[in-house]
Every structure is written in C-alpha cells, then in structure tokens.
C-alpha cells in the first residue's frame, strides 16, 4: 500500500516538474516539486531495499528515478 | 530576515514541521524501547518498534526539505548547515543500521546490548542539530 502510494507520487511528481520545465517554468512548482520527489524517490528505494522477499534485481529496479516505483510494482504483481 | 520569497517560507515550515511530526516520535519510542524490552512487555514492544519503523521513513522528509529550504536560501556552503548535514548523516546510519535492526532482534527475543546507550547518541545528535538550525555559528543572516 505504501509502496504503491510512493510510487505514483514519484512518478506523477515528476511528470510535473518535467511538464513545468517544458511549458510554464513557475518557480513555486519547482520549489516544490523537488522535495516531493526527492521523498517519494527516497521512501520507493527505502522500502524496495528492505521488501522481503525480493532479488537483488527486482532491489535494483528501485533506484531508477521516476518510473522505478511502479517497475517494482509490476514484479511484484 | 529580508524579503524571504513565500515558496522558501512554505519549504521552512514544510522541514520543521516534518521534523516535529517524525524525529519527536522517534526520540521517544526508542528511548522507550530499552526500558520496554527488560520488562519484556511483547505487544508494547511491537507498537514501539512500528513507530520508530513507520516514523523513520516520514523522517526522510526532513532533511530533503531542509535541502531544498537551504538551497532557496543559498546557504547551502555555510559551516553550520555543512555541520549539520554530517551529524543528520551520522544520525540517519545510526538510527537504519543499528538501532532499527537491534530493535528487530529484541523483538525476536535475542539479546541486544547497549541498545539504550546508542539511542541516547542517536538524540543527542539530532538535538546538537537542532541547536545548530537555530544558533547557526557564524551565519550573517540573523538568528
């Protein structure tokens, strides 16, 4: 569940913040931005790494920034 | 402080408020641990490990929006910020490698030495910090 949370909040937070540096460039949205998915990143690799259960690669798909949430779910599905 | 742009207020109040809501539980559930674990009180036990567990991971909150409120205010190279990003660091490993892991093994009924000693590090690392956020030694912004 809190995987799952994570995840998405990684991936759409960076959506944002690449459709924000190609179209509108508000300073608040990066500001923001940053921090959201600096966390969500953060908490997917923490919980990812420490999944039981789970092998060094399904571990490693973790790290990759934005979609490495959802990769894992994926496997773990 | 002059003329702070919102976006960097909002990013303060986001870290100390993360700070309060995550490290304060974390303080007290591990302090608590030790004593719990002597009395081997098991379903206080589980409670107070889950809250240092779950905490911890909301804890990561803090530091990266003290990052993010430090590089808005272009602080980012001062002496008692860099200070205090090596303690947190020193706090942080403490905390995932061997407070969390000695609380698994109390959990799992074998003994744990010096548990109580290293949580008392890990608090006084992080209050050092906090003292660091609010005096800041050598900062020309103002206290």
Same mark, same amino acid.
């Given at each position: 569940?809190?995987?799952?949370?994570?995840?998405?909040a990684e991936?759409v937070s960076?959506?944002v913040l690449?459709?924000?540096?190609?179209?509108?460039?508000?300073?608040?949205?990066?500001?923001l931005g940053g921090p959201v998915h600096g966390c969500a990143y953060?908490?997917?690799?923490?919980?990812?790494?420490?999944?039981?259960?789970?092998?060094?690669?399904?571990?490693?798909?973790?790290?990759?920034?934005?979609?490495?949430?959802?990769?894992?779910?994926?496997?773990?599905? | 402080?002059?003329?702070?742009?919102?976006?960097?207020?909002?990013?303060?109040?986001l870290?100390?408020?993360?700070?309060?809501?995550?490290? +304060?539980?974390?303080?007290?559930?591990?302090?608590?641990?030790?004593?719990?674990?002597?009395?081997?009180?098991?379903?206080?036990?589980?409670?107070?490990?889950?809250?240092?567990?779950?905490?911890?991971?909301? *804890?990561?909150a803090?530091?990266v929006f +003290?990052?993010a409120?430090?590089?808005?205010?272009?602080?980012?190279?001062?002496?008692?910020?860099?200070?205090?990003?090596?303690?947190?660091?020193?706090?942080?490993?403490?905390?995932?490698?061997?407070?969390?892991?000695?609380?698994?093994?109390?959990?799992?009924?074998?003994?744990?030495?010096?548990? *109580?000693?290293?949580?008392?590090?890990?608090?006084?690392?992080?209050?050092?910090?906090?003292?660091?956020?609010?005096?800041?030694?050598?900062?020309?912004?103002?206290?």
């Amino acid at each position: 569940m809190t995987v799952r949370t994570a995840s998405w909040a990684e991936f759409v937070s960076l959506a944002v913040l690449l459709l924000n540096l190609a179209i509108v460039h508000l300073d608040a949205v990066t500001s923001l931005g940053g921090p959201v998915h600096g966390c969500a990143y953060l908490i997917v690799v923490i919980l990812t790494l420490r999944h039981p259960g789970l092998s060094t690669g399904t571990r490693m798909l973790g790290l990759i920034p934005g979609a490495g949430g959802l990769l894992v779910l994926r496997r773990l599905s | 402080m002059p003329s702070v742009p919102r976006v960097t207020k909002l990013l303060l109040s986001l870290h100390v408020l993360a700070a309060i809501v995550a490290i +304060g539980p974390v303080t007290v559930a591990a302090s608590m641990f030790p004593a719990v674990a002597r009395r081997s009180d098991r379903s206080w036990l589980t409670l107070l490990h889950r809250i240092c567990r779950v905490y911890s991971l909301v *804890g990561v909150a803090v530091p990266v929006f +003290g990052l993010a409120t430090a590089s808005s205010l272009g602080v980012l190279g001062d002496t008692w910020l860099i200070t205090s990003i090596v303690l947190t660091v020193a706090a942080a490993l403490i905390l995932a490698l061997v407070i969390l892991p000695g609380q698994e093994k109390a959990l799992a009924g074998q003994p744990v030495t010096r548990l *109580g000693m290293v949580t008392g590090i890990f608090n006084l690392l992080w209050a050092t910090v906090t003292v660091l956020m609010i005096v800041r030694p050598g900062s020309t912004t103002g206290a």
